[in-house]
């Protein structure tokens, strides 16, 4: 049986908080349930104040078997940020723009930029798989896209992580490795009809909406799209094409973060439960949020827990 558990974010006395809620026990070599595995969906670093701390208790717990991961958008950013651009010259995969530096600074201040502990924290990231899909459960970032993945697969390993040859297509911006990546680690997005457009949170203009991917049937743009109540308003009432979404029908249901949702943690889908409630924010608005499963197919209201 595992226990599912969203975004960190570098909060890992939050995560301390709910393992024990959940009935995990540290001994010298770290955290372990008697009969349970803790599933971790990514996003361990970035923003909060604990990301070392984070980093070396999740991966005691992979490294003596208590738990499992995927990546998620924040450590494939890191580790792009890191690698050495192998057609520019002084550059890197990722470009060390203001904003890009500025959405890595508490990671970079609290590790050290091009320190030996970044090292060998950017290597562990490369060896965190991109998604799992278990007996009974799925797991992934964001977004579980069969084209996405099928265009990834000849790039994974048997552990479903990106070999080593593969990051430079897959963090180049436009390249069908690249979208791909980007689907299945932030999430579907999709056009808006042309001449539309929204203002998102800092105020830029947006004519790509992220998406309940999972939704089935037919959808307007305003009714599928991932944003908040207010911005949601302002977007066309209009029909999207009906075979813009893939929906998710599949009798696994599938485990993801990402999406920083706020309320009372519940499931988008009879099949679909994102874990992901904002932990960066003061309690009780964020949450460390995980999902108990004991083999159901539906997910259950009542698997979640949180701190």
């Not at 450590?75 to 470009?95: D, I, M, S, W, Y």
């Not at 600074?105 to 278990?134: C, I, R």
């Not at 992580?161 to 999430?187: F, I, M, P, Q, V």
Request: proline letters at 6%.
């Amino acid at each position: 049986m595992y226990d599912i558990i969203g975004d960190i974010h570098g909060h890992a006395n939050r995560l301390e908080q709910l393992l024990e809620r959940m009935g995990y026990e540290r001994d010298a070599d770290g955290w372990q349930h008697p009969d349970r595995q803790a599933i971790f969906v990514g996003d361990f670093i970035d923003r909060g104040p604990e990301q070392i701390e984070t980093y070396r208790l999740v991966r005691s717990m992979i490294d003596r078997g208590t738990s499992l991961a995927v990546m998620g958008n924040h450590e494939f950013n890191a580790v792009a940020f890191k690698t050495p651009h192998p057609e520019q010259p002084g550059k890197r995969l990722r470009p060390h723009t203001e904003k890009n530096r500025n959405q890595h600074a508490a990671f970079l201040e609290q590790v050290g930029e091009d320190s030996a502990l970044h090292e060998e924290m950017v290597a562990w990231f490369k060896t965190l798989p991109l998604y799992l899909d278990l007996e009974g459960l799925r797991v992934i970032h964001a977004c579980w896209h069969d084209a996405s993945l099928k265009t990834l697969t000849p790039m994974l390993d048997h552990r479903q992580c990106l070999h080593a040859d593969a990051w430079s297509d897959a963090a180049r911006k436009g390249s069908d490795a690249y979208n791909a990546a980007e689907t299945l680690l932030k999430g579907l997005e999709i056009p808006l009809p042309p001449g539309e457009l929204f203002l998102d949170k800092d105020g830029h203009e947006r004519r790509h909406i992220r998406t309940r991917w999972w939704s089935e049937g037919a959808g307007t743009y305003r009714s599928v799209a991932m944003l908040d109540d207010a911005t949601r308003e302002t977007l066309p009432n209009e029909a999207v094409p009906s075979d813009v979404l893939p929906g998710y029908t599949d009798e696994k249901p599938v485990f993801v973060g990402h999406y920083w949702l706020g309320g009372t943690p519940e499931p988008m889908s009879d099949r679909v439960a994102c874990l992901d409630y904002t932990v960066t924010e003061p309690a009780p608005e964020g949450k460390l949020t995980a999902y108990r499963w004991d083999g159901e197919a539906l997910i259950d209201w009542d698997g979640f827990v949180w701190v």
